[in-house]
């Protein structure tokens, strides 16, 4: 069955430090993955998606096919990076559903 | 700019009432999802709408049902309603061109059964 991780639930870095929010797939064919984020108080939005190869607020993830991951990364935290991340695969039927990981909760500390 | 609402931001419900959360969005999507967002447990797909009249099943619609019959709204209806289901909902929409398009989010309802 199709899968994402997020092994840490909680991460807390300090500003101007690198942050790095690990996401594993499990997947038997080429995934779609994204990363969306929820601030507080304010709706889910999409971040990033692979398929585009951006960088959004700073933010880069590499899709890693042999590890299969897909982590984000930014190499100096601000403070207003402080959100809840999810990282996302959708299946490729014809109904994209989307699979979602149980989300990391990023704490950048002043 | 676009726009997913939902009906009610925060529903205070007793064990065994009906209750119907709405969802419309105004970007002439196909795809419309419900999702549960819990802690620790991230968003869970309840069911999703392709079309008008058509439905899914996720990976949790036990104790759910829905519908769509406009393509600007999708209803999750719990028939019975259970201290378990006590949660945030979140709507979600998007365009139907394979598996590529970004979700829309509504706002999401915040659902206390007591």
């Known amino acids: 069955a199709q899968r994402v991780t997020q092994p840490e639930k909680l991460l807390s870095v300090f500003k101007g430090a690198p942050v790095e929010l690990k996401c594993n797939y499990s997947?038997?064919?080429?995934?779609?993955l994204f990363w969306y984020v929820q601030y507080s108080r304010q709706r889910l939005q999409l971040l990033l998606r692979h398929i585009s190869r951006e960088s959004i607020k700073g933010f880069t993830a590499d899709l890693n096919k042999g590890e299969t991951s897909f982590h984000l990364k930014k190499p100096f935290a601000q403070e207003e990076d402080s959100a809840m991340y999810y990282c996302a695969l959708t299946e490729k039927t014809s109904y994209d559903k989307v699979i979602f990981g149980p989300g990391t909760s990023l704490s950048v500390i002043p | 700019d676009v726009k997913v609402t939902q009906s009610s931001r925060y529903l205070v419900k007793r064990t065994g009432e009906k209750v119907f959360l709405e969802c419309v969005q105004d970007?002439?999507?196909?795809?419309m999802f419900w999702y549960r967002q819990d802690p620790g447990l991230g968003l869970r797909l309840i069911y999703f709408s392709y079309d008008v009249k058509m439905k899914e099943k996720g990976d949790i619609p036990e104790g759910y049902s829905v519908s769509r019959e406009k393509k600007e709204r999708f209803s999750l209806i719990l028939e019975s309603a259970s201290t378990n289901q006590t949660s945030m909902y979140l709507c979600a929409s998007s365009q139907r061109q394979g598996a590529r398009d970004e979700q829309y989010f509504g706002p999401g309802t915040r659902l206390t059964v007591t």
């Open positions: 970007m002439d999507h196909e795809n």
């Open positions: 997947y038997s064919g080429s995934p779609e």
